[in-house]
């Protein structure tokens, strides 16, 4: 699960959740959110992409991969018909 792997990678690299707020400007709720699988509390899917990206260049991680997790997980029901 995507948030998992985050949540992991982050303390593995012992990063705090209010480092990553500290550094992203994501604000920590939706961090939390995030690192939970809480994706109805996330905002509009294009800024929780953004967000994901985000977080992931943080912990100098590959953002695509944890992309490519969340468009498995959520689908991609927010493309333009």
């Given at each position: 699960?995507?948030?998992e792997k985050?949540?992991?990678l982050?303390?593995?690299q ?10 992203t400007h994501?604000q ?11 994706y109805p ?41």
């Open positions: 699960m995507l948030g985050l949540r992991a982050r303390r593995g012992a990063v705090s959740l209010d480092m990553v707020e500290a550094k994501i920590r709720g939706y961090l939390v959110a995030l690192e939970q699988g809480d509390s996330l905002p509009d899917p294009m800024y929780t992409r953004n967000f994901i990206r985000a977080y992931a260049t943080l912990l100098n991680a590959d953002a695509d991969y944890f992309l490519e997790l969340y468009a498995d997980e959520c689908g991609k029901c927010d493309l333009i018909d």
